[in-house]
Nanobody
C-alpha cells in the first residue's frame, strides 16, 4: 500500500511559477514510478509528467514540455513538479499518482496507468 499527499497548489498570476510536492508513505515508496496528472471540470484527466524509479528518467506531455520540471528526492520520499510560465490553461486540480513499474521502465506519461492516487491540489492561474 502507498499513500500520496499533494501540496503546494494555489493562486498564481499568468507567467508565474509554482512548485507542487507529492509526499509518499507506505511500503517502499522509492520503488514506484510517480506521475502528475491534472483535470478541469468537463475535461478528461490529462497526464502531465512522470519520473521513473531507479535511474529517474523523466517524461512530459507536449503541453508542458520546457515549462515544467519533475524531480524526485528518494531520501524524503517526495516528488516535485516545478511549474514555470504558467497560463490560464494550466488551471486544474493536480494529482500525483504511483504505479508499480515493469523492470527498468523508462516511464511515458501516455502509458502511465496508476495503481495509487493522491487527493489532488488546486492550481489556479488568474489575474
Amino acid at each position: 500500500q502507498l499513500q500520496l499527499v499533494e501540496s503546494g497548489g494555489g493562486l498564481v498570476q499568468p507567467g508565474g511559477s509554482l512548485k507542487l510536492s507529492c509526499a509518499a508513505s507506505g511500503s517502499s515508496p522509492d520503488y514506484y514510478a510517480i506521475g502528475w496528472f491534472r483535470q478541469t471540470p468537463g475535461k478528461e484527466r490529462e497526464g502531465v509528467s512522470c519520473v521513473s524509479s531507479g535511474r529517474g528518467s523523466t517524461n512530459y506531455a507536449d503541453s508542458v514540455k520546457g515549462r515544467f520540471t519533475i524531480s524526485r528526492d528518494n531520501a524524503k520520499n517526495t516528488v516535485y513538479l516545478e511549474m514555470n510560465n504558467l497560463g490560464p490553461d494550466d488551471t486544474a486540480i493536480y494529482y500525483c499518482a504511483a504505479v508499480d513499474p515493469p523492470p527498468d521502465w523508462d516511464c511515458k506519461i501516455r502509458f502511465f496507468i496508476p495503481d495509487y492516487w493522491g487527493q489532488g491540489t488546486q492550481v489556479t492561474v488568474s489575474q
